[in-house]
């Protein structure tokens, strides 16, 4: 059942019930379905034992009436001294004894029904005597000699033999492909010197299968006879030409049985095969039922309980599933809530309309929900006011060294320079400390910081001895809008104590702004020693203030990010690219901001 905790609970539950009423219901109608088809399969095979008898019994009454006629040519006693008769030499005599002969033999024809059948008899004298009006293939002794069945016949001493199939012997029908059945035996004399004759007695195979097929009705039924040989005998339509493995099949199936019943493949068709064994000559009746004939009793009530079982099934389904959608609807409402609250919505209610136990449970949510709305509302206004006073607190902040250093540099300058521009020097520090002390308000205009940042670049080239080589190039149209104060100065500050550390000279730093979009974009650009992507994760991920005799303030890279998110959103904030001894380049992203309410 693993696969269920995938699903919802209404498909859980639908699963569930037809699960337990599907099995029980299918396992009872296989097993009814099993029951009635061996029923069926037994009646039907019965059946077909029956109408296998018939086919035997037919069969069997074409053979018997041949030997009756045989009985009656070979116990003639006046055909037996017209054989023996030797005394008529003159062709008159001789078309005599032939033509009482032939009457005898004719007469014969009558015990065995209304078939086309021809009777032979060949003396020992080599005299032909034929039913035929046309010319045998044994048109003399010696080729009738030759024949492999008169030899055989000739050897069992006046038993009967049966020659099934026969080849046609009839000149004038040799290319037709009509074979006989024959029986073949030997007549023998008490006196006289024509000791014996050989009787054949020949029926066409398909006259006997006309004989069957009038007798009894074969749609798709298949026969056949196979003889004591393995030989096939006949066959109808259905069967068609049986030979090869079929064959090989169904005499290791039949061998040493008197009758049974087998299924098989035939033709890439199941058939059910049952046969029976003729007295005499001792052949095999074989009968085949295509096996979904068998099953025809049996599949229609099938389909019809099973399209009954479908309906049913189909409409007990839709019962269930509207059931089962009107007890989960409140859950599926519920979660999807709850889903949202993962996501950071907690504006969100569950609608509580019934007291079970959903209900229950989405009043409880409902004040779980309300709890951490307050709670996060709580929290982020502390930490903004943690962040507030944090940064209010550094900016309150000027590093003594700084102060010191860069009035000593003041001082060699003007030693120096004999006065020239130290009244710049300290009006560009007034500007500093003032834009630093007086500001109070978070925000400042573009410009406002642009030029803090120029002061903030002019004392630095100072205190680096000219070294430094800072570039503005700030598009106008961003000059008016409104930014967080203390932004780029930590960077550019980064820029110039770490960016080009171990580097004489050519120091050069380019800070560009621009709009882009609803945004304003500033790069800060140097051309220093660059440094890896675990340096950068490492400037980003940092959460503390930075210190040092060469720093201004001790507002970091990080916390100019956090600053940044905090008040406009994660999509905003400081992104470092950079490649070692390649500089570096620092993006900052913030939106357009015209008026801020403080």
Known sequence: ????????????????????????????????????????????????????????????????????????????????????????????????????????????????????????????????????????????????????????????????????????????????????????????????????????????????????????????????????????????????????????????????????????????????????????????????????????????????????????????????????????????????QMNKVKYGQFNVRAQAKSDDEVGVLAHSFNHMVVGIERLMERVKREEKEKKEAHFKALQAQINPHFLLNTLNAIKWTAYMEKVPHIASMVETLGKLFEFVVNKRSEHVAVEEEIEYLKSYATLMNIRYNRELDVQFHVDPEILKFKMLKFILQPIVENAIIHGFSGRAENKRIEIRGYPSGEDVVFEIRDNGIGMSAQKIGSILAENQETTGKDRITGIGISNVNERIKMNYGANYGVRISSAEREGTTVTVRIPKITNVEE
Do not use: C
């Not at 024949?147 to 040799?174: C, D, F, K, T």
């Not at 029926?203 to 056949?224: H, K, P, Q, T, W």
């Not at 189909?314 to 989960?328: E, N």
């Open 1 to 336: 059942m693993r696969w269920l905790k995938f699903k919802s609970i209404q498909n859980k539950i639908v699963f569930s019930v037809l699960a337990f009423m599907l099995v029980p219901i299918a396992a009872l109608s296989y097993v009814k379905s099993k029951n009635t088809e061996a029923v069926i399969k037994e009646n039907t095979v019965n059946m077909a034992f029956s109408t296998n008898q018939q086919i035997t019994a037919n069969v069997q009454q074409i053979i018997n009436s041949v030997i009756v006629a045989s009985n009656v040519v070979a116990m003639d006693a006046e055909v037996k001294d017209l054989l023996e008769d030797d005394r008529r030499s003159n062709p008159f005599d001789q078309y005599q004894k032939h033509r009482k002969i032939v009457g005898k033999l004719t007469s014969a024809l009558g015990i065995i029904l209304k078939f086309n059948v021809y009777v032979t008899l060949i003396d020992s004298r080599g005299n032909i005597y034929t039913t035929s009006n046309m010319s045998l293939e044994y048109g003399d002794m010696e080729s009738a000699a030759a024949a492999s069945w008169y030899r055989e016949v000739m050897a069992m001493n006046g038993r009967i033999l049966w020659i099934a199939p026969h080849q046609n012997y009839i000149a004038e029908e040799r290319q037709s492909g009509k074979d006989f059945i024959s029986l073949a035996r030997v007549i023998h004399f008490d006196q006289g010197t024509a000791s014996k004759a050989v009787l054949l007695i020949s029926i066409y195979i398909d006259e006997v299968e006309r004989f069957i097929e009038r007798s009894m009705f074969l749609e798709n039924e298949g026969y056949a006879i196979i003889n004591t040989r393995g030989e096939v005998v006949l066959t109808n339509r259905k069967m068609g030409e049986l030979g090869g493995e079929d064959l090989a099949f169904l005499l290791e199936r039949m061998a040493d049985r008197h009758q049974g019943d087998f299924v098989m493949d035939y033709r890439q068709e199941k058939m059910q095969v049952v046969f029976t064994s003729l007295n005499n000559p001792g052949w095999k009746s074989v009968y085949l039922i295509p096996y979904d004939n068998l099953m025809k009793p049996v599949r229609q009530p099938e389909r019809t309980t099973v399209f009954f079982l479908l309906f049913i099934v189909m409409g007990f389904t839709a019962v269930l599933v509207y059931i089962s959608y009107a007890i989960t609807k409140p859950v599926k409402k519920l979660a999807a």
